[in-house]
């Protein structure tokens, strides 16, 4: 059932991102230690940043997990009740002033 409050109330696959990122920090190692071995100092480097993302990734999702069901909710966690009243703002209507027919500027 869609409520609206989707975005707002969205919970995240933090055990799927895991292991996705050890996938990643997997061949971010290995893709540095080849270059650097086959003699390509920037892809190397290139290789080190990315796996010092990875791994300031994998702690910020190691960290959700142990916060509990607030980030990642088991299946007997009901989903988040959505809010009252409408999801998001009405935007500002705009009233046009000046009905006329368009100007030309030269």
């Known amino acids: 059932m869609r409520t609206g409050s989707e975005p707002a109330t969205a919970r995240s696959a933090l ?3 895991f292991w996705l990122s050890l996938w990643g920090l997997c061949w971010a190692v290995f893709g540095t230690v080849a270059f650097a071995l086959a003699g390509h100092p920037g892809w190397a480097a290139v290789c080190g940043v990315l796996w010092l993302l990875i791994t300031v990734d994998m702690t910020v999702i190691l960290r959700h997990i142990r916060q509990g069901p607030h ?3 088991g299946r007997d966690v009901p989903p988040y009740r959505p ?3 409408p999801p998001y703002p009405q935007p500002p209507r ?5 009905r006329g027919p368009p100007r030309h500027h030269r």
Do not use: E, F, I
């Not at 705009?94 to 000046?98: E, K, Y």
């Open 15 to 17: 055990r799927a991102r």
């Open 83 to 85: 809010p009252d009243g």
């Open 94 to 98: 705009r009233r046009h002033l000046h």
């Open 71 to 73: 980030y990642q909710p």
